[in-house]
């Protein structure tokens, strides 16, 4: 149980152009997800915390108008790098947590998409 | 946001249990500790979560200090497939948020 799926897994595209990236909770309703970001060799980066039906909360740092976060239904979060460029290569994994049990802030990831602006 | 100190790496031969030590002394008393491991190229995975009490399931067993200011995550055979970054991170009360660290890089030796 508590699979999280992502598509793509691997998007290159041209710089000035928008990706958008899907985040699926399979097997559950996820009423909380999130974004991560990864440079390589580095750790994971909460980028936003996505709930159903409302506005995305974002970290400090992250453009909001740049990455767009779409939490439309219970089992479908979206996020559409906007006017992507090279320096917004990177890995994203999108997580979800189980409703029933918010408190103890288990999260499920998904195996994450492999960004390249070319 | 409570930090967690865990070693840079760790090495272990298959087959032997891995003890992976993570220190929390600034743990607050509704945090939880939660183990995510992540191989390469993949998302994290999750592995363990524990309050008070030690805990155990089929991938391994989380063992709490009493003053639940330190934790071990135990690997009880390591296998190959085993070789990840492991991540120590706290959380708890109405912040869902999990802060990554540099985690603890564990290589399986053949």
């Known amino acids: 149980g508590a699979v999280v799926s992502q598509h793509p897994s691997r998007v290159i595209c041209k710089s000035g152009t928008s990706v958008k990236i899907e985040c699926r909770s399979l097997d559950f309703q996820a009423t909380t997800m999130f974004w991560y970001r990864q440079f390589p060799k580095q750790s994971l980066m909460l980028m936003a915390t996505s709930n159903e039906g409302s506005k995305a909360t974002y970290e400090q740092g992250v453009e909001k108008d740049k990455f767009l976060i779409n939490h439309a239904s219970l089992t479908l979060s979206t996020l559409t790098v906007t006017s992507a460029h090279p320096e917004d290569s990177s890995f994203y994994i999108c997580?979800?947590?189980?409703?029933?049990?918010?408190?103890?802030?288990?999260?499920?990831f998904g195996p994450g998409t492999r960004l390249t602006v070319l | 946001d409570a930090k967690t100190t865990q070693p840079n790496s760790m090495e272990s031969n298959e087959e032997e249990p891995v003890h992976l030590p993570c220190n929390h002394s600034?743990?607050?008393?509704?945090?939880?500790i939660h183990w995510y491991r992540q191989l390469p190229s993949q998302g994290p995975e999750y592995v363990i979560h524990g309050l008070t009490s030690n805990v155990n399931n089929r991938m391994a067993s989380l063992a709490i200090a009493e003053d639940r200011k330190s934790s071990t995550l135990i690997l009880h055979r390591a296998t190959l497939r085993d070789a990840a970054v492991y991540y120590c991170?706290?959380?708890?009360?109405?912040?869902?948020?999990?802060?990554f660290g540099k985690g603890t890089l564990l290589t399986v030796n053949p």
């Open positions: 600034t743990i607050s008393g509704t945090d939880y």
């Open positions: 991170i706290l959380s708890g009360g109405s912040n869902y948020k999990l802060t």
């Open positions: 997580s979800a947590s189980l409703p029933d049990r918010p408190s103890t802030d288990t999260q499920y």
